[in-house]
């Protein structure tokens, strides 16, 4: 998967993908999404917390799109014991113009 994060590049990254240079002409998006990255934190699982990351941000984001795990993680008490459940997700939303 190619991913453009500067927009700017899009062309480039058209014509990476199309395989060929004379992809000059201006390019018809017909979508554009924008990835962040979120990291949610559960006491129970690693499923809840992506579910607590996905759920926050649903109430301020619309369009949420596709959520991908990117790291798990456990926060540790003093005496060694697990605390926190952490999950990092890669979140895409429709950007709206």
């Not at 959520?67 to 429709?94: H, M, P, Q, W, Y």
Request: hydrophobic share 45%; aromatic share 4%.
């Amino acid at each position: 998967m190619v991913r453009a994060r500067n927009p700017t590049n899009a062309l480039a990254v058209a014509r990476l993908i199309c395989g060929h240079k004379s992809l000059n002409k201006k390019v018809n998006i017909m979508s554009v999404y924008k990835i962040i990255e979120l990291v949610g934190t559960s006491k129970d699982s690693w499923e809840d917390a992506a579910k607590s990351a996905l759920l926050t941000a649903s109430k301020s984001l619309k369009d949420l799109r596709v959520a991908e795990v990117t790291k798990l993680d456990v926060v540790l008490n003093e005496t060694g014991k697990i605390a926190r459940f952490r999950a990092k997700l890669d979140v895409s939303f429709k950007v709206r113009t």
